[in-house]
Antibody, heavy 119, light 110 residues
Framework: EVQLVQSGAEVKKPGESLKISCKGS????????IGWVRQMPGKGLEWMGI????????RYSPSFQGQVTISADKSISTAYLQWSSLKASDTAMYYC????????????WGQGTLVTVSS | QSALTQPASVSGSPGQSITISCTGT?????????VSWYQQHPGKAPKLMIY???NRPSGVSNRFSGSKSGNTASLTISGLQAEDEADYYC??????????FGGGTKLTVL
């Protein structure tokens, strides 16, 4: 069974750093794209960027370039999303998603990680 | 890179059909046959309903269908059911080599 399991909810202060994770199982983690999606409270879905764990090819959506870092450790089938200095506006639900059986369709999703940034 | 354009809301009665549009440009929807559609119920992760314009993943009802003409893609839901009430998002591969979502459409089943 294909699964993407994300790390738990986080509460942080502005200026702090954070790295959240997404562990894949049940499929060849290195062979399929993983994407990260932001959903701010009451708002729509936004692609942040994607990574191909096999060769770490990483592509950022223009709005998120320079704001976050996407990485992957294929030895433990885990993708990451990290911030060096959080802002209150980073408060959101973050989903990882995998494109496994559908070309550029993301057919497997993590359960989401809620990040709250508040002083 | 602006979001793809979707109507904010659509509604229909049980048994009816509805169509949600998704308008982009030749750099996204019009340029690639990589349009997908996602359903999201409140508090839940999105679910892939359509990929590559018109393909349904295994397990998705054949009441859901997709199409594309020029820079506009469409999702049609036939035989509306109460459980179809959700938010729907289109997504397209783009010339920036990243995907792009639409703004989302809230479907209300009357």
């Amino acid at each position: 069974e294909v699964q993407l399991v994300q790390s738990g909810a986080e509460v942080k202060k502005p200026g702090e750093s954070l790295k959240i994770s997404c562990k894949g199982s049940g499929y060849s983690f290195t062979s399929y794209w993983i994407g990260w999606v932001r959903q701010m409270p009451g708002k729509g879905l936004e692609w942040m960027g994607i990574i191909y764990p096999g060769d770490s090819d990483t592509r950022y959506s223009p709005s998120f370039q320079g704001q976050v870092t996407i990485s992957a450790d294929k030895s433990i089938s885990t993708a990451y999303l990290q911030w060096s200095s959080l802002k209150a506006s980073d408060t959101a639900m973050y989903y990882c998603a995998g494109s496994v059986a559908a070309t550029w369709g993301f057919d497997y999703w993590g359960q989401g990680t809620l990040v709250t940034v508040s002083s | 890179q602006s979001a793809l354009t979707q109507p904010a809301s659509v509604s229909g009665s049980p048994g009816q059909s509805i169509t949600i549009s998704c308008t982009g440009t030749s750099s996204d929807v019009g340029g690639y046959n990589y349009v997908s559609w996602y359903q999201q119920h409140p508090g839940k992760a999105p679910k892939l309903m359509i990929y590559e314009v018109s393909n349904r993943p295994s397990g998705v009802s054949n009441r859901f269908s997709g199409s594309k003409s020029g820079n506009t893609a469409s999702l049609t839901i036939s035989g509306l059911q109460a459980e179809d009430e959700a938010d729907y998002y289109c997504s397209s591969y783009t010339s920036s080599s990243t995907p792009l979502f639409g703004g989302g459409t809230k479907l209300t089943v009357l």
